[in-house]
């Protein structure tokens, strides 16, 4: 038992890259600020919680309008699946018409400056905390 804990908690320290980490943890707490300490952040993140709402609501009327009203009996068939497929549809449509490239290429060139890795993988990351309560 501690050889197999040796073997995951001992690391070289060294080949950490505390420019990544360093730049990781202040912009979330910068990010965190804005968002709880300021008007325009709580207003702002109020307004994308609304957006969101509404968002989920087109997948539920579009679920009752195929499946019909009955929609608690299979909880995840009937409320999730949906919801899932027309975030996906609507990602594909922002694929398509190059929205997500653009985000990629401006936001994550932000965090590729700032974190010192590719574009897309700062994108992941990032979006990663905001859509991991999508499922």
């Known amino acids: 038992?501690?050889?197999?804990?040796?073997?995951?908690?001992?690391?070289?320290?060294?080949?950490?890259?505390?420019?990544?980490?360093?730049?990781?943890?202040?912009?979330?707490?910068?990010?965190?600020?804005?968002?709880?300490?300021?008007?325009?952040?709580?207003?702002?993140?109020?307004?994308?919680?609304?957006?969101?709402?509404?968002?989920?609501?087109?997948?539920?009327?579009?679920?009752?309008?195929?499946f019909g009203d009955n929609l608690d009996v299979h909880r995840f068939a009937f409320k999730t699946m949906p919801s899932l497929l027309l975030f996906a549809a609507v990602v594909s449509v922002l694929i398509y018409l190059e929205v997500i490239g653009f985000i990629v290429q401006t936001i994550g060139g932000f965090l590729s400056f700032c974190l010192n890795t590719s574009a897309p993988e700062s994108i992941n990351v990032a979006s990663n905390i905001f859509l991991s309560g999508v499922s």
Not at 37 to 43: F, H, L, M, N
């Open 1 to 66: 038992m501690t050889t197999t804990y040796n073997q995951f908690t001992i690391f070289d320290r060294n080949k950490i890259n505390w420019h990544t980490v360093f730049w990781g943890i202040s912009l979330q707490y910068l990010f965190a600020l804005f968002i709880m300490k300021t008007s325009v952040g709580i207003a702002s993140m109020h307004w994308c919680s609304d957006r969101l709402e509404e968002f989920i609501k087109y997948s539920d009327k579009g679920a009752a309008y195929v």
